[in-house]
């Protein structure tokens, strides 16, 4: 099985992705150029986090209009599955494959801590089969992670079950205190329509081994390999 | 760039509704100033020398680069002047 991680100029974590695959999964992975119109024959395609371009403009804005981009878009509208991990889910709204958009932190802050998701909706190639009884332990490290969406829009979100994380606190409780940006409805994670898309703002490729001090995310990148096997 | 180049400008704000963190933060400052109670919202402006034939030409131009790239509509509007 072969995964292709985009590398934008200012991608941070796609090196941590690949490793992810190559020594957690035992998988290949192809590490892609931002300026590529070819995404070298992938199963899976993985949007990694950073500050692709130093997040100017807005965050994920030049990265979403970068050549290699139309790749991914085919990717995507053809049904193969794609995970944007932080600055990678901006990716995803900022090209319209997600709706909504990724803004600065409520506090203001850079939010840089372990929270806690419970995994919902509908059953994607990254969530299925995944833990749902129990919260998952995930890291995050962002400043523009505060997922805001119109009213219309978050219906149609929660009402079609494309929410597929949501913070919570260790007690699986979805409140204002354990929502680390201030993002609608407590949402850390959403997928397209038709469910292949998915983005979320926290990080499961750093906490996919123990000597990370976390094994939850890992749970996401054998949902997939599962899910294509 | 040719001589007779068209200045543009295109202003982009958050939408109303949109919580404005920055905004709010400058508010809290200029409280803190003693210019009492405010209410800040904070944009972007863009000013941009393009070539066109003429001033209808580069708004057209300029819309598009803001629908394109400029201006995310889940959350901001935009408004384009030519001089």
Same mark, same amino acid.
């Given at each position: 099985?072969?995964?292709?991680?985009?590398?934008?100029?200012?991608?941070?974590?796609?090196?941590?992705?690949?490793?992810?695959?190559?020594?957690?999964?035992?998988?290949?992975?192809?590490?892609?150029?931002?300026?590529?119109?070819?995404?070298?024959?992938?199963?899976?395609?993985?949007?990694?986090?950073?500050?692709?371009?130093?997040?100017?403009?807005?965050? +994920?804005?030049?990265?979403?209009?970068?050549?290699?981009?139309?790749?991914?878009?085919?990717?995507?509208? +053809?049904?193969?599955?794609?995970?944007?991990?932080?600055?990678?889910?901006?990716?995803?709204?900022?090209?319209?494959?997600?709706?909504?958009?990724?803004?600065?932190?409520?506090?203001?802050?850079?939010?840089?801590?372990?929270?806690?998701?419970?995994?919902?909706?509908?059953?994607?190639?990254?969530?299925?089969?995944?833990?749902?009884?129990?919260?998952?332990?995930?890291? =995050?490290?962002?400043?523009?992670?505060?997922?805001?969406?119109?009213?219309?829009?978050?219906?149609?979100?929660?009402?079609?079950?494309?929410?597929?994380?949501?913070?919570?606190?260790? !007690?699986?409780?979805?409140?204002?205190?354990?929502?680390?940006?201030?993002?609608?409805?407590?949402? !850390?994670?959403?997928?397209?329509?038709?469910?292949?898309? =998915?983005?979320?703002?926290?990080?499961?490729?750093?906490?996919?081994?123990?000597?990370?001090?976390?094994?939850?995310?890992?749970?996401?990148?054998?949902?997939?390999?599962?899910?294509?096997? | 760039?040719?001589?007779?180049? $068209?200045? %543009?400008?295109?202003?982009?704000?958050?939408?109303?509704?949109?919580? #404005?963190?920055? %905004? /709010?933060? $400058?508010?809290?400052?200029?409280?803190?100033?003693?210019?009492?109670?405010?209410?800040?919202?904070? %944009? /972007?402006?863009?000013?941009?020398?393009?070539?066109?034939?003429?001033? #209808?030409?580069?708004?057209?131009?300029?819309?598009? *680069?803001?629908?394109?790239?400029?201006?995310?509509?889940? *959350?901001?509007?935009?408004? $384009?002047?030519? #001089?």
């Amino acid at each position: 099985m072969r995964f292709t991680v985009v590398s934008f100029p200012g991608s941070n974590c796609d090196h941590d992705c690949v490793r992810v695959v190559e020594e957690v999964l035992g998988e290949q992975a192809a590490l892609v150029r931002h300026t590529a119109d070819d995404l070298d024959r992938p199963d899976v395609v993985l949007l990694p986090g950073g500050f692709s371009y130093g997040d100017y403009l807005r965050c +994920g804005a030049i990265a979403a209009r970068a050549p290699v981009m139309a790749a991914v878009r085919r990717f995507a509208e +053809g049904g193969g599955p794609v995970l944007g991990i932080c600055n990678g889910f901006q990716v995803l709204t900022e090209c319209g494959l997600l709706p909504g958009a990724l803004g600065r932190n409520a506090g203001l802050d850079f939010v840089c801590d372990d929270v806690w998701l419970t995994v919902e909706g509908r059953a994607t190639p990254f969530t299925r089969g995944v833990r749902r009884d129990a919260p998952l332990r995930v890291p =995050v490290a962002h400043h523009d992670g505060c997922y805001f969406a119109d009213d219309a829009t978050l219906a149609r979100l929660e009402g079609e079950g494309q929410v597929v994380f949501r913070y919570v606190d260790a !007690a699986g409780r979805s409140d204002a205190t354990a929502n680390p940006n201030g993002s609608r409805a407590n949402i !850390a994670g959403i997928c397209n329509a038709a469910g292949n898309v =998915v983005g979320m703002m926290p990080h499961p490729e750093r906490c996919a081994e123990p000597l990370l001090g976390g094994v939850d995310g890992r749970l996401l990148f054998d949902a997939v390999r599962g899910v294509l096997s | 760039m040719s001589e007779g180049a $068209i200045k %543009g400008k295109v202003t982009v704000r958050l939408r109303p509704g949109v919580l #404005d963190v920055q %905004g /709010k933060a $400058i508010a809290n400052a200029l409280a803190d100033l003693g210019f009492g109670d405010t209410e800040v919202r904070v %944009g /972007k402006v863009f000013e941009v020398s393009l070539d066109a034939a003429d001033a #209808d030409a580069a708004r057209a131009r300029l819309a598009e *680069m803001a629908t394109g790239l400029l201006a995310n509509p889940v *959350m901001e509007t935009f408004e $384009i002047e030519v #001089d």
